[in-house]
């Protein structure tokens, strides 16, 4: 099938740009996608999440795309700045009955200023 | 509230011995997960604990091992370490065990010697 896009395992941007991170999940029957934010030497944050029952969330300058059909999520982010540097994770449910959380690979967000 | 905390931060072991890691997961939380970062691996799901029982297990060898207390805590186990286990171990707790925002804390740098 037609690839809506591709999986970078970085990305480099000018801070203000407008950011894209792509994620391709493994389970059709997957009903919930989280995205996180991984600093150095810190745990993965929570930014947005979106369940299989609707195709686009915002936030506060991040937005989540579902495309059921291609099995695909991506993450924008509005006006990049700095402190959005950081490694940058999908990671879908596939287990209804608990939490375990199957992730993506991850993709490294350099802003420079 | 309090974030999710882990203790210790850093550890050091050689090949043979057993560790124990500790998990305090955010007040009213009764779900803990655990989960294994390591460079070549990526963030996979070893466990998860609710209400004092396992409800989900990755795909690991018994030398893993979890428990979970009645306040919620949680410890994870391995036994006979490997040089392979060296990586970062991270806990994550969510209100309850169905698909649901999961808050990880800063993890525990295991380093197998």
């Known amino acids: 099938g037609e690839s809506v896009g591709l999986h970078l395992p970085t990305l480099s941007v000018q801070e203000g740009d407008n950011s894209i991170i792509n994620c391709a999940y493994s389970?059709?029957?997957?009903?919930?996608f989280i995205w996180y934010k991984q600093e150095s030497g810190k745990g993965p944050q929570f930014i947005i999440d979106?369940?299989?029952?609707?195709d686009k969330r915002q936030g506060q300058r991040v937005t989540v795309l579902l495309n059921k059909t291609v099995k695909h999520l991506s993450l924008q982010i509005a006006a990049t700045q700095p402190g959005d540097s950081a490694v940058y994770f999908c990671?879908?449910?596939?287990?209804?009955?608990?939490?375990?959380?199957?992730f993506g690979k991850g993709t490294t967000l350099s802003v420079s200023s | 509230k309090a974030g999710v905390t882990q203790t210790p931060r850093y550890l050091i072991k050689t090949r043979g011995q057993q560790v124990t890691l500790s998990c305090s997961p955010i007040?009213?939380?009764?779900?803990v997960s655990w989960y294994q970062q390591t460079p070549g691996q990526g963030l996979q799901f070893l466990f998860e604990?609710?209400?004092?029982?396992?409800?989900n297990k990755g795909n690991f060898p018994g030398r893993f091992s979890g428990r979970q207390f009645s306040n919620s805590r949680s410890e994870m186990n391995v036994s006979t370490l490997e040089l392979g286990d060296s990586a970062l171990y991270l806990c994550?707790?969510?209100?309850?065990?169905?698909?649901?925002?999961?808050?990880f804390g800063p993890g525990t740098r295991l380093t197998v010697l």
């Open positions: 389970n059709s029957a997957s009903d919930y």
């Open positions: 994550a707790s969510s209100p309850d065990s169905m698909a649901d925002t999961q808050y």
């Open positions: 604990y609710f209400s004092e029982t396992q409800r």
């Open positions: 007040s009213g939380h009764r779900s």
């Open positions: 979106i369940r299989s029952n609707m």
């Open positions: 990671a879908e449910n596939i287990n209804q009955a608990g939490t375990a959380l199957i």
